[in-house]
């Protein structure tokens, strides 16, 4: 079989936001997003939110891991060590307080287990949440428009133009997978184990984002390291025949990286990530050039082969 990544067919599904769906999300972004208001006219509650500092000393010495500034803690959430939470209450921002505690005998950090500490407290607010109505306030303070229409019309466009993105990508993939099908491609067990590596560092990275590591993922879906390489080797080859599919075509087709291309590429990187291109070039690694490069080849290489196919839009 011959390469063939031109006059492949695939189908663009094309969703179509509802009113429907917008409602869900509006209701979701609602139950997920507390009205918060100041409180200036009465001392803390049970239940509040208050923003203070804290400062913590064990016989007379501060200790590491004990400091906090504008740190957001509610009242009676069990959060702080017992004891903490309720010597906060009656007090009024502005307010220096010495909270007096005993650490748990079994608390984690074995040299303050069981020992008596004070924190050295300024509370600086204190906050009351509540749920939002469904109303222009909701649009103002939580969506950025003047009315809750408006809001609704501008989630609306931004849920479409995400569902548009999703269905672009999913045909894009499905085109490649077509071409690299055809492609004469043997990877070898030290390149298939490269790319197994490369899965294994994404789905760490992954975890990092949530607070987790491989061991405590691996507890958690009662698995192993060696299993979960094992399961990501066929993922692996396909990503590694893509990409050898994609370099064939850049070939073939005469396609390289040109400055403007990996300037404007850039460009979206820091304005995705809401920073300057000073402050990306700190993480302008060897890797992360490499990663950038083959972005922007992979991009000229999929309008390439989508130019050239018959797209169904369903």
């Given at each position: 079989?011959?390469?063939?990544?031109?006059?492949?067919?695939?189908?663009?599904q094309?969703?179509?936001?509802?009113?429907?769906?917008?409602?869900?999300?509006?209701?979701?972004?609602?139950?997920?997003?507390?009205?918060?208001?100041k409180?200036?006219?009465?001392?803390?509650?049970?239940?509040?939110?208050?923003?203070?500092?804290?400062?913590?000393?064990?016989?007379?010495?501060?200790?590491?891991?004990?400091?906090?500034?504008?740190?957001?803690?509610?009242?009676?959430s069990?959060?702080?060590?017992?004891?903490?939470?309720?010597?906060?209450?009656?007090?009024?921002?502005?307010?220096?307080?010495?909270?007096?505690?005993?650490?748990?005998?079994?608390?984690?950090?074995?040299?303050?287990?069981?020992?008596?500490?004070?924190?050295?407290?300024?509370?600086?607010?204190?906050?009351?949440?509540?749920?939002?109505?469904?109303?222009?306030v909701?649009?103002?303070?939580?969506?950025?428009?003047?009315?809750?229409?408006?809001?609704?019309?501008?989630?609306?466009?931004?849920?479409?133009?995400?569902?548009?993105?999703?269905?672009?990508?999913?045909?894009?993939?499905?085109?490649?997978?077509?071409?690299?099908?055809?492609?004469?491609?043997?990877?070898?067990?030290?390149?298939?184990e490269?790319?197994?590596?490369?899965?294994?560092?994404?789905?760490?990275?992954?975890?990092?984002?949530?607070?987790?590591?491989?061991?405590?993922?691996?507890?958690?879906?009662?698995?192993?390291?060696?299993?979960?390489?094992?399961?990501?080797?066929?993922?692996a080859?396909?990503?590694?025949?893509?990409?050898?599919?994609?370099?064939?075509?850049?070939?073939?087709?005469?396609?390289?990286?040109?400055?403007?291309?990996?300037?404007?590429?850039?460009?979206?990187?820091?304005?995705?990530?809401?920073?300057?291109?000073?402050?990306?070039?700190?993480?302008?690694?060897?890797?992360?050039?490499?990663?950038?490069?083959?972005?922007?080849?992979?991009?000229?290489?999929?309008?390439?082969?989508?130019?050239?196919?018959?797209?169904?839009?369903?």
């Amino acid at each position: 079989m011959s390469f063939t990544y031109k006059s492949l067919s695939a189908q663009l599904q094309k969703h179509v936001i509802t009113d429907e769906e917008v409602d869900r999300q509006l209701h979701r972004l609602q139950q997920q997003t507390p009205r918060v208001a100041k409180v200036q006219d009465r001392p803390a509650q049970l239940g509040d939110e208050v923003v203070l500092d804290y400062a913590g000393f064990c016989n007379g010495e501060q200790f590491a891991g004990g400091t906090a500034q504008n740190q957001s803690l509610v009242l009676g959430s069990g959060m702080f060590i017992p004891g903490f939470e309720e010597q906060l209450v009656d007090k009024v921002p502005g307010e220096e307080v010495i909270v007096k505690v005993t650490f748990p005998e079994s608390y984690h950090a074995e040299e303050l287990a069981g020992k008596a500490a004070e924190f050295r407290c300024t509370i600086h607010e204190i906050r009351v949440k509540s749920a939002y109505e469904l109303d222009d306030v909701f649009a103002k303070e939580v969506g950025g428009c003047d009315t809750l229409d408006e809001m609704r019309e501008v989630m609306k466009e931004s849920m479409q133009n995400y569902s548009d993105h999703n269905g672009e990508m999913e045909l894009q993939d499905s085109l490649l997978r077509q071409a690299a099908a055809t492609l004469d491609f043997t990877i070898s067990e030290e390149e298939l184990e490269k790319a197994v590596d490369e899965q294994m560092n994404t789905l760490e990275a992954q975890l990092a984002q949530q607070g987790l590591n491989l061991e405590m993922y691996c507890s958690f879906m009662s698995t192993t390291v060696e299993d979960l390489r094992k399961d990501a080797r066929p993922a692996a080859e396909a990503a590694a025949r893509n990409q050898a599919a994609v370099e064939k075509v850049a070939e073939l087709e005469n396609i390289q990286a040109e400055e403007k291309d990996i300037a404007a590429t850039l460009d979206v990187i820091c304005r995705q990530n809401n920073m300057t291109m000073e402050q990306l070039q700190q993480h302008y690694t060897p890797e992360f050039e490499k990663a950038v490069l083959r972005s922007v080849i992979t991009a000229k290489v999929m309008s390439v082969i989508r130019e050239n196919a018959q797209i169904t839009e369903v």
